[in-house]
């Protein structure tokens, strides 16, 4: 009797550890976020989500109407220094007529980009004052591979399909979140061949906007009461 007894405590202590190292593994998992469309089934750049530099889900949504040039970042390789000093004169340069920079630390090729996300943003705000939108680390191949990447490398046209070569590899993306054109890593910021093409897709106009998703929207638009339709 008294050995069921025992077994039977036994049984519900064991039950409780393991429910509470259950639990305190869930714990460890990322939360959850909005989840983007599957690469196969997004029609544009703009159907992705990603995380900023600070971990809060982005709305590629919210870049509609600009042209975008994406482009996969790192601190400690031989092309950092020409592209930093170039992305933020390139950024001011265009920035009033609607262009946008989205750059995406990456440590895939020779572990190049080590740091966390607060020394990667020191970086580039603080050393090279870099004011373009900065996103969380990310892959850009192998089994993880962010799905916008997975979009851009397997996309169908001939100008933009393809593996990322390296480091500071830039997608140049229209106003309607089409994929433009590539430029290979050792196409610097300031060549005179990339501003061209930024200018011709400038040039384009604005499509119609849709309505944001709430995860593009400011706090301010999120609260702004509805104008009942006349």
């Known amino acids: 009797m008294r050995n069921a007894l025992r077994d039977s405590m036994l049984c519900v202590v064991m039950g409780s550890a393991l429910a509470a190292a259950s639990l305190a593994q869930d714990e460890k998992k990322p939360a959850d976020t909005q989840a983007s469309k599957p690469a196969s089934e997004a029609k544009s750049v703009l159907d992705f989500t990603v995380k900023d530099i600070e971990g809060r889900d982005v709305a590629l949504r919210k870049f509609e109407g600009d042209v975008l040039l994406i482009v996969n970042v790192a601190t400690q390789c031989g092309l950092t220094e020409a592209n930093y000093t170039q992305l933020e004169p390139l950024y001011q340069k265009y920035k009033d007529k609607g262009f946008r920079i989205l750059a995406f630390p990456c440590n895939d090729f020779g572990g190049q980009e080590p740091g966390t996300a607060e020394e990667i943003k020191s970086f580039c705000r603080g050393t090279h004052h870099g004011t373009y939108d900065l996103f969380a680390k990310i892959e850009v191949k192998g089994a993880s591979v962010c799905p916008l990447y997975t979009y851009l490398t397997g996309h169908p046209s001939d100008k933009v399909k393809g593996d990322v070569r390296w480091n500071f590899q830039k997608y140049l993306v229209g106003r309607d ?33 849709t309505e944001k998703p709430e995860s593009a929207k400011t706090e301010g638009e999120k609260n702004k009461p509805t104008q009942p339709k006349p």
């Open 177 to 209: 979140g089409q994929p433009i054109a590539k430029f290979e890593p050792k196409v610097n910021p300031g060549d005179t061949a990339l501003g061209a093409e930024i200018e011709k897709a400038l040039a384009v106009a604005r499509p119609t906007r």
